[in-house]
T-cell receptor, first 108, second 115 residues
């Protein structure tokens, strides 16, 4: 089993749609969780951290369920500029592991 | 956020030669640096983790004699791809984190093409 697993995608959605990404991790001792965004041929950039209490940043909401070892990202009112690959990232034991990423295509 | 500079951004080399990629933390002390490789349409794969002043820890399947990692200072780590082959062509990215830091900051990436 992979240490971090994500929905395979791609997700093709129209502008304005709501889309949700899921991610599971295998190491129960993992300490920190993040969602990164990666545009084609560019380095990943931090989108948001994920807290047990859940957190929201504008149109983006991230949630963590430690008991189920599950992380989610919800994007509301999708924009064309949201098209990218979204990476679930888990940090723990001095190691940062990336999920395979989920590609999102937002179309007009 | 903190700045990590990776150099070069793009390199083309001949088979059998060695290539060195540098990763510098510009405004913080990076006690831990990570090196990743990403093949087209695939995910970022962790190659190794290095802590300043000690030997790098390599992930399973990554040849430590082929991918030499040096983390001699708190602001610089290097990855040397020795005796490069075309199958080593990939996008290599470093990230760095400070002691106790939970966030990692990424370099711009290096696109290596071996011909």
């Amino acid at each position: 089993r992979k240490e971090v697993e994500q929905d395979p995608g791609p997700f093709n959605v129209p502008e304005g749609a709501t889309v949700a990404f899921n991610c599971t991790y295998s190491n129960s001792a993992s300490q920190s969780f993040f969602w990164y965004r990666q545009d084609c041929r560019k380095e990943p950039k931090l989108l948001m951290s994920v807290y047990s209490s859940g957190n929201e940043d504008g149109r983006f909401t991230a949630q963590l369920n430690r008991a189920s070892q599950y992380i989610s990202l919800l994007i509301r009112d999708s924009k064309l500029s949201d098209s990218a690959t979204y990476l679930c990232v888990v940090h723990g034991g001095f190691k940062t592991i990336f999920g395979a990423g989920t590609r999102l295509f937002v179309k007009a | 956020g903190a700045v990590v500079s990776q150099h070069p951004s793009r390199v083309i080399c001949k088979s059998g030669t060695s290539v060195k990629i540098e990763c510098r933390s510009l405004d913080f002390q990076a006690t831990t640096m990570f090196w990743y490789r990403q093949f087209p349409k695939q995910s970022l794969m962790l190659m190794a983790t290095s802590n300043e002043g000690s030997k790098a820890t390599y992930e399973q399947g990554v040849e430590k004699d082929k991918f030499l990692i040096n983390h001699a200072s708190l602001t610089l780590s290097t990855l040397t791809v020795t005796s490069a082959h075309p199958e080593d062509s990939s996008f290599y990215i470093c990230s760095a984190s400070a002691q106790g830091g939970t966030e990692a900051f990424f370099g711009q990436g290096t696109r290596l093409t071996v011909v």
